[in-house]
């Protein structure tokens, strides 16, 4: 009887009575109904919330009670294209090949804590050498501070094309990169380099469906994959539970991409009306990244910041992006929101909701991209994106109402991700 009585006191002490954190909310986004609710209390224990509360409610002696009476809170904020391996800076062409993986890792500790710190508490990474593969399983274990990272590990293009890790160098460093280092040319070169994206720890595939700003190559917009190729890329992936993403600026690239199946467009600035539809019809969905856009246009005026090859490509592609995504919104392209991070400073992923908003989306709209429309991407929808019993714990807060004021995305002043506070 009386070890009867002691286990149950257990039970109740670490279950019922266990520690949990009481957030009073001023003003709670309700991201699913799309409405700003006042005066309320999320209930969280462990890493999950368990209720939520009418007006500011207290709760047993031990509690945590977190006053955000006059903050906005929200879910936390997912961003869709980062890479966190590198930042932009004048040297960033030369450290390909003075930096050692080593290096990059160090440097990627950062930029993930720098993103977290910004309210972005999940991402998805599009892209590096696979040391953010590495990254991501050192962020889930807790070694160290950053969001939770859905990854594609290294970028899929063709030879010569926009990710194609040896552009730019001499010829005798070129070699031949093939399936394993993400260079694909056929049907077959397709399938292996999924498959070994799954074998390396990839959680999705992104592939360089047209030329790129960025890349040491002339053309910043032209097809480099064919029908054929995409669609072997995507049924692959399927059978993995991976989605792809595809890099794309020119029209013609893009239409094969999403006729071949990807999910996601990234950048999509040369994007026709006919284009606009097809994304529709497929169901796929187009990533902004309008901060980056402007931040190309702004250095590329700046002399020697970009080797020289890349300065008419920002030119042309830069200022152009933020009017896609304006004609695309309003054509009813869904829009998953997304910064590339990596090519402007991390931690400024929130000015991404004040280009969108002048653009012409509603604020509220813009989070529920950030938030609601991400998650399902991901297939999180049932854990992350909502302030609702039973989801992941992933909470942040900000100064103003974003409905009255964006500019307040900029400036996250309260980060808990899985019921673990990160920034108070
Ligand atoms: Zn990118």
């Not at 999924?194 to 074998?199: A, D, E, F, I």
């Not at 807060?397 to 920034?423: H, L, R």
């Amino acid at each position: 009887m009386r070890y009867l009585y002691t286990v149950l006191f257990v039970f109740i002490s670490t279950t019922i009575l266990a520690q949990n954190t009481y957030l009073q909310c001023g003003k709670l986004t309700d991201t699913k109904t799309g409405k700003i609710l006042t005066e309320k209390t999320i209930v969280v224990s462990g890493n999950k919330i368990i209720k939520i509360e009418n007006g500011f409610v207290v709760g047993k002696k031990d509690d945590i009670i977190i006053d955000l009476k006059n903050k906005t809170v929200m879910p936390g904020l997912i961003d869709m294209h980062v890479h966190l391996e590198g930042e932009t800076n004048p040297k960033a062409y030369l450290q390909k090949y003075t930096d050692s993986e080593a290096d990059v890792a160090f440097n990627s500790v950062q930029f993930a804590k720098t993103t977290l710190m910004a309210g972005f508490t999940t991402v998805r990474d599009l892209g590096g050498s696979g040391v953010n593969i590495s990254l991501k399983k050192a962020i889930k274990s807790g070694r160290i501070k950053g969001p939770r990272v859905f990854t594609a590990g290294k970028s899929l293009a063709t030879t010569g094309g926009h990710a194609d890790p040896t552009n730019g160098s001499k010829r005798s460093l070129i070699g031949d990169p093939g399936p394993k280092e993400g260079v694909v040319n056929s049907i077959e070169d397709a399938k292996k380099a999924v498959r070994q994206r799954y074998k390396n720890g990839a959680d999705l595939i992104k592939i360089t469906a047209t030329g790129g700003v960025l890349s040491v190559a002339k053309s910043s917009s032209n097809p480099q994959f064919t029908v054929e190729e995409i669609k072997a890329i995507c049924e692959t992936a399927k059978d993995y539970g991976f989605h792809v993403a595809a890099h794309a600026h020119g029209d013609e690239g893009m239409q094969r991409a999403i006729l071949g199946g990807v999910k996601t467009i990234e950048h999509g600035t040369l994007m026709s009306e006919k284009t606009m539809d097809l994304m529709k019809q497929h169901n796929a969905y187009l990533v902004p990244t309008i901060t980056a856009g402007k931040e190309v246009t702004e250095k590329a005026a700046i002399d020697g910041y970009y080797p020289a090859i890349i300065v008419p490509k920002a030119l042309e592609i830069g200022p152009k992006i933020q009017n896609t995504f304006k004609k695309a919104y309003d054509r009813g392209v869904g829009i998953a929101f997304g910064t590339d991070a990596g090519v402007f400073k991390h931690g400024q992923n929130g000015k991404e909701f004040g280009f969108m908003v002048e653009a012409g989306m509603p604020a509220m709209a813009t989070i529920q991209s950030a938030t609601t429309i991400n998650a399902k991407i991901l297939n999180m929808q049932d854990q992350i994106g909502q302030i609702t019993p039973g989801f992941l714990a992933d909470i942040v807060a900000v100064n103003d109402d974003p409905t009255q004021k964006i500019n307040t995305m900029e400036n996250v002043v309260f980060v808990m991700k899985e019921g673990k506070i990160y920034k108070k």
